[in-house]
């Protein structure tokens, strides 16, 4: 197996793919994608994205209650920012960053009910499957990327965000809301 997975020990659920290439004299080989990998994910469902996003653009953060993201970074540099929302988990509010690299390319699987959201560092091109085809507003849900609660250290003081993001609500709101997964 060309693969490593390891879990990201401080949320539960979220698992890191390092992914190896077989290389000779022509090029290099490395598989993406193994619906094979997550055998715990209901895969029935299969869709692909494809995300460009210039550099100094925070996207996120994102959270679905359906839907789990398996990411891959096809070219560039990102940060990313993860926080456990769901309320019946060992790791209820843990929050953890990352970066993910093209030129060190690892998969990364996020399960629903995760906050997920990425920094670009570099222009960057990521792609990513989700189990659950899209929904819009059934299942898409935001979360304010700068909430001091949460405790993730993004590197950055003004990145460029969507409008939406720039209003997504805080984690305190979403549990007096009880909009938490």
Not at 41 to 62: C, F, I, K, P
Not at 73 to 94: E, I, K, M, W, Y
Not at 166 to 180: D, I, K, R, W
């Amino acid at each position: 197996m060309l693969v490593e997975i390891q879990p990201l020990a401080s949320i539960e659920g979220v698992q890191c793919v390092d992914l190896r290439a077989a290389q000779d004299e022509r090029g290099s080989f490395r598989e993406t994608f193994r619906r094979s990998w997550f055998p715990q994910v209901d895969w029935s469902e299969l869709q692909q994205n494809h995300s460009n996003s210039r550099a100094e653009v925070l996207r996120g953060l994102h959270f679905h209650r359906h839907q789990g993201d398996y990411w891959y970074p096809a070219g560039g540099r990102l940060r990313v920012g993860l926080v456990d929302l769901r309320r019946a988990s060992p790791t209820f509010r843990a929050s953890a960053m990352l970066e993910l690299d093209a030129a060190a390319p690892r998969g990364l699987w996020i399960p629903p009910g995760v906050a997920h959201g990425f920094y670009a560092i570099t222009p960057c091109v990521l792609l990513y499957i989700v189990n659950r085809d899209y929904r819009g507003a059934d299942d898409e849900f935001g979360l304010a990327w700068d909430d001091e609660q949460l405790a993730l250290d993004w590197g950055v003081v003004a990145p460029t965000l969507s409008e939406r993001d720039q209003n997504n609500p805080t984690f305190s709101a979403l549990l007096a809301a009880g909009e938490l997964p």
